[in-house]
């Protein structure tokens, strides 16, 4: 059976992990040019909320019992320096 994005918003809403749970964002040059995306893999809700703002851009879904990856389309993503704030 296909994982779809309702389904990956519904199993990883509102789960917090334990202390080594994580997310990580791979923005690579290579899927840049080759396929033009930007993946996600994490164990905790942040994926339940990407998968929500960026459904509609989610190429591919790898789902396992250690975490969900998401495949995602670079027209839904700001670029990784906009995940900090301007510091004074």
Do not use: P
């Not at 994005?5 to 519904?10: E, S």
């Not at 899927?31 to 509609?56: E, F, H, L, P």
């Amino acid at each position: 059976m296909k994982v779809t994005v309702d389904d990956i918003i519904k199993k990883y809403k509102n789960k917090k992990g334990d202390e080594e749970a994580e997310t990580i964002l791979i923005d690579n040059n290579t899927d840049k040019k080759k396929s033009n995306t930007v993946s996600i893999w994490g164990c905790t809700s942040d994926i339940s909320k990407i998968a929500q703002r960026c459904r509609k851009h989610i190429v591919s879904i790898r789902d396992d019992a250690n975490g969900c990856a998401l495949e995602i389309d670079r027209a839904a993503f700001r670029g990784v320096v906009y995940a900090f704030k301007v510091c004074k």
